[in-house]
């Protein structure tokens, strides 16, 4: 299984024809974690556009699996923000490289400079 990151899932929905083919030729399932739905609401509440953003999160979220926390993912989160040492990120991106290592093959994101500081995570960029 992968892990789509929040821009990922942003770029599908916003229709970006490049994303939309390569998950379209994705061989493993996809899913996306507790901590992107959190995004996704977020950005929608954010818009000027609020009901119909709504509406097209909503429908989307209906399309995949989402990761749920467990003591699993939250352990390997803050193993990964100790050993941050001083250049912390966002707590959104260690909970979805936590979640990505628990529990995936691999990291699908366009914010590869924040996910590539940690090891053992294979990270794909399908915004090229």
């Known amino acids: 299984m992968i892990l789509m990151d929040t821009d990922v899932c942003v770029e599908i929905l916003r229709g970006n024809n490049h994303v939309l083919n390569r998950y379209g030729k994705e061989n493993d399932s996809a899913a996306i974690s507790f901590d992107t739905v959190d995004e996704l609401y977020y ?3 954010r818009s000027n556009r ?15 699996p989402v990761i749920q926390s467990d003591s699993e993912i939250m352990k390997k989160f803050r193993e990964l923000k100790a050993s941050l040492s001083g250049n912390i990120i966002p707590d959104a991106d260690i909970l979805i490289a936590a979640t990505a290592l628990c529990k995936c093959k691999k990291l ?18 399908w915004m090229k």
């Open 43 to 45: 950005g929608v509440f």
């Open 50 to 64: 609020i009901e119909q953003n709504l509406l097209l999160v909503e429908r989307f979220l209906l399309t995949v």
């Open 108 to 125: 699908i994101s366009g914010n590869i400079a924040h996910f590539r500081r940690f090891e053992n995570l294979s990270i794909e960029n």
